[in-house]
């Protein structure tokens, strides 16, 4: 196995969990954005209101893309067994 193979392995796997998290805190942040905007309109100061919604959000993003989630991991596992025998030889 090449330096080279090494660092293309890491590169994909580095863009694909970067890729998986950004599918699951990005609507997280944008809820907590619009509470935050609520909160300061409102002026209510309350710390804990904004978890309830990113929680649901956040658990609605899981169910969501939890099966596109799992394809692509599924995908790298196996283009990874599928090319055990180029990284050996």
Not at 20 to 39: D, E, H, M, Y
Request: charged share 5%; no cysteine; proline share 6%.
């Amino acid at each position: 196995m090449t330096p080279g193979m090494v660092l293309d392995l890491f590169g994909e796997a580095l863009f694909l969990v970067v890729l998986l998290v950004a599918v699951i805190v990005v609507p997280s942040l944008l809820v907590g954005l619009l509470v935050s905007t609520f909160q300061a309109a409102t002026q209510i100061n309350e710390q804990t209101l904004s978890f309830l919604p990113r929680l649901l959000v956040t658990l609605l993003t899981i169910m969501w893309a939890g099966p596109w989630i799992l394809g692509q991991l599924m995908d790298e596992f196996n283009n990874i067994f599928a090319n055990i025998p180029l990284f050996l030889g």
